[in-house]
């Protein structure tokens, strides 16, 4: 506090009120391979739908990415997705300006990276349109320029989508190539309006093109036919399409025909006329006949078309670009992540990485699938002990595969099973808390057909051991998750998912609470208040069942003057874990007729 040199009052204000915080629990992530979606970026998503709307519908040839986010989005709403490719290119179009023969240019081979475009090739360019994201799917847009307005420097960008064999307008952006705002204050520069904003396209502007110059738009003084001095007639067709609605004129230099937009022509003198703006047939008949050697000429607005071409979506995913993907999870100050959904890969690489990014963040988990070639029993064990083989808490295997009716393709298929453990997972976060067991009839329940095998007992006793967690089928009661192991080989609580989750939750919790105590003075009342706040977060897990008992040492029997001098405080918490009831032994003792219950308990009738 400060020095006081003269009177008066002086206000201040002390925060002892800090509570350990609540952090998420079932926010996931996952990464695979898709049709479309941002590639190669952490995307969060909070629905199915916008899983769809950003990533598309699931195709089977493109691995199980799609059925485990679905799946786990049924239950859970924070899904980061990654998506990865393996050489897949943009498709997109050039657009040029009115000094070009034509509106747009096709491309001699799809971008990889829009963002660095070479203009060069393309002689009166203006700006490129790409497909937001690599892939064929790219193929099935289009766009159309409008509304050129020369004055304001501004025209219209309509992007349309072939969607079920109809193309449908999507999007539409108001533009100019000059930086400036509209009405609403919005900045207008084409860049700035849609890069990150659309999510079917992005553009680049020309820059060594003036910013004056505008996308080719008019046609002037288009020679449509000559006077004879007696044909009052004439038929044929623009030789630029499609015209503009609202922006054609016709004229001998005596009458001018406008056109309503309807695709009817008048003239201001009586005469009358049609005109196709698609394909720019059009028929005129004059008032009175244009003299000979008249031109008749027009002048007209083009809609500009273009078709985007050569999307690629490269070779079949590696476990590189895989692994390329776990990557952007690894460090937890970028993303705050809890489960790690292994969504089908199921090599060996990539799970250990999985597994490598959940211990050195300590606060997920990974949930991982058999192989699908590896579904029985005994082939599940033999894989798990002599080729998967991982020892660690934070990952925990799933298995058999299940059977689902996928509604996009109408068919029936076997998928991987982690999209829905994790799901399981967010369920059980929000019906009870993370430390119950993600298991069981009255949290584990999936909405599947069936299983790629139904495993017995004996195989369940083989399975369960090794650290793998069975789905079971019960007649007439569902299909649930029989199981919560972690992969530790070791016996401890630790190889149980629900104190796995207990951990990771109290770990980070009090470590986000500890670091506004980082720089403080390492004293008795520092420490008293860190062991108040802590004690108060673990009472709170203990009276909604998630501890048996705990105690806090922050005190001087743990932070003598050596550790005081190195700066250091040691903060040791000791738990004794809630612990699931997974083996209920139901006995039923039969008496003679005169036995007292009482005695026979006492005397140990149960233990014998």
């Given at each position: 506090?400060?020095?006081?040199?003269?009177?008066?009052?002086?206000?201040?204000?002390?925060?002892?009120?800090?509570?350990?915080?609540?952090?998420?629990?079932?926010?996931?992530?996952?990464?695979?391979?898709?049709?479309?979606?941002?590639?190669?970026?952490?995307?969060?998503?909070?629905?199915?739908?916008?899983?769809?709307?950003?990533?598309?519908?699931?195709?089977?040839?493109?691995?199980?990415?799609?059925?485990?986010?679905?799946a786990f989005l049924k239950d859970g709403n924070q899904l980061y997705v990654t998506r990865v490719h393996n050489g897949a290119l943009h498709s997109g179009v050039v657009l040029n300006s009115d000094a070009a023969a034509a509106g747009s240019a096709v491309l001699t081979i799809g971008e990889d990276d829009p963002t660095s475009f070479d203009f060069a090739p393309f002689t009166d360019s203006l700006f490129s349109v790409f497909a937001e994201n690599p892939g064929v799917w790219g193929d099935s847009l289009s766009v159309k320029i409008t509304n050129t307005n020369v004055t304001a420097g501004t025209f219209d960008i309509e992007v349309y989508q072939l969607q079920n064999g109809n193309t449908v307008l999507v999007e539409t952006?108001?533009?100019?190539?000059?930086?400036?705002?509209?009405?609403?204050?919005?900045?207008?520069?084409?860049?700035?309006?849609?890069?990150?904003?659309?999510?079917?396209?992005?553009?680049?502007?020309?820059?060594?093109?003036?910013?004056?110059?505008?996308?080719?738009?008019?046609?002037?003084?288009?020679?449509?036919?000559?006077?004879?001095?007696?044909?009052?007639?004439?038929?044929?067709?623009?030789?630029?399409?499609?015209?503009?609605?609202?922006?054609?004129?016709?004229?001998?230099?005596?009458?001018?025909?406008?056109?309503?937009?309807?695709?009817?022509?008048?003239?201001?003198?009586?005469?009358?006329?049609?005109?196709?703006?698609?394909?720019?047939?059009?028929?005129?008949?004059?008032?009175?006949?244009?003299?000979?050697?008249?031109?008749?000429?027009?002048?007209?607005?083009?809609?500009?078309?273009?078709?985007?071409?050569?999307?690629?979506?490269?070779?079949?995913v590696t476990d590189s670009n895989l692994i390329t993907g776990w990557e952007l999870y690894r460090n937890p100050d970028d993303v705050d992540v809890r489960i790690l959904i292994g969504g089908g890969a199921v090599t060996v690489p990539v799970q250990l990485r999985i597994k490598e990014i959940c211990e050195d963040r300590l606060d997920c988990i990974g949930v991982l699938d058999v192989p699908s070639a590896n579904q029985g029993a005994s082939s599940a064990l033999s894989w798990r002990r002599n080729v998967q083989n991982i020892n660690s808490s934070y990952t925990a295997l799933y298995g058999p595969n299940v059977r689902i009716f996928d509604e996009f393709n109408d068919i029936e298929l076997l998928v991987p099973p982690s999209g829905y453990a994790a799901g399981v997972y967010a369920r059980t976060d929000e019906v009870t808390d993370p430390w119950f067991a993600p298991a069981g009839l009255r949290r584990g329940q999936l909405s599947i057909l069936g299983l790629d095998t139904r495993y017995t007992q004996g195989e369940r006793d083989l399975l369960y051991p090794n650290g793998i967690n069975p789905i079971r089928v019960f007649p007439g009661q569902g299909t649930v998750v029989w199981g919560q192991r972690t992969q530790q080989a070791e016996a401890s609580a630790l190889d149980r998912v629900n104190v796995r989750r207990l951990l990771i939750v109290l770990e980070k919790s009090i470590s986000i609470a500890l670091l506004s105590d980082v720089f403080e003075l390492n004293d008795s009342f520092t420490r008293l208040l860190i062991k108040q706040k802590i004690d108060e977060f673990l009472q709170r897990v203990q009276d909604r069942r998630g501890l048996q008992e705990f105690r806090t040492v922050v005190d001087g029997s743990n932070n003598g003057s050596a550790v005081i001098d190195a700066n250091q405080m040691n903060v040791d918490i000791f738990l004794?874990?809630?612990?699931?009831?997974?083996?209920?032994?139901?006995?039923?003792?039969?008496?003679?007729?005169?036995?007292?219950?009482?005695?026979?308990?006492?005397?140990?009738?149960?233990?014998?």
């Open positions: 506090m400060a020095f006081f040199l003269s009177p008066g009052v002086f206000v201040r204000e002390k925060d002892l009120s800090q509570i350990i915080p609540a952090v998420a629990t079932s926010t996931s992530a996952i990464v695979g391979a898709s049709d479309r979606g941002p590639a190669f970026q952490r995307t969060l998503v909070t629905s199915d739908q916008q899983f769809r709307d950003l990533f598309g519908d699931p195709n089977p040839t493109k691995g199980f990415m799609h059925y485990s986010a679905l952006h108001t533009v100019s190539r000059t930086a400036g705002l509209d009405g609403f204050g919005q900045q207008l520069f084409l860049e700035d309006r849609i890069n990150g904003k659309s999510v079917f396209i992005t553009v680049k502007n020309n820059a060594a093109a003036a910013s004056s110059l505008l996308p080719k738009s008019t046609v002037t003084a288009e020679v449509l036919g000559i006077g004879n001095g007696t044909l009052t007639a004439f038929a044929g067709n623009f030789a630029n399409v499609p015209v503009q609605p609202f922006s054609v004129s016709i004229t001998d230099t005596v009458e001018v025909f406008t056109d309503d937009g309807f695709g009817n022509l008048s003239g201001d003198l009586g005469g009358s006329g049609t005109l196709n703006y698609s394909t720019g047939a059009f028929s005129v008949t004059f008032t009175t006949a244009p003299i000979t050697a008249q031109n008749i000429e027009a002048d007209y607005a083009l809609v500009i078309e273009a078709s985007f071409t050569l999307g690629s979506d490269g070779a079949a004794k874990p809630a612990r699931a009831a997974e083996f209920i032994q139901l006995t039923a003792v039969i008496t003679r007729s005169g036995a007292s219950f009482d005695e026979l308990i006492a005397g140990g009738a149960l233990s014998a």
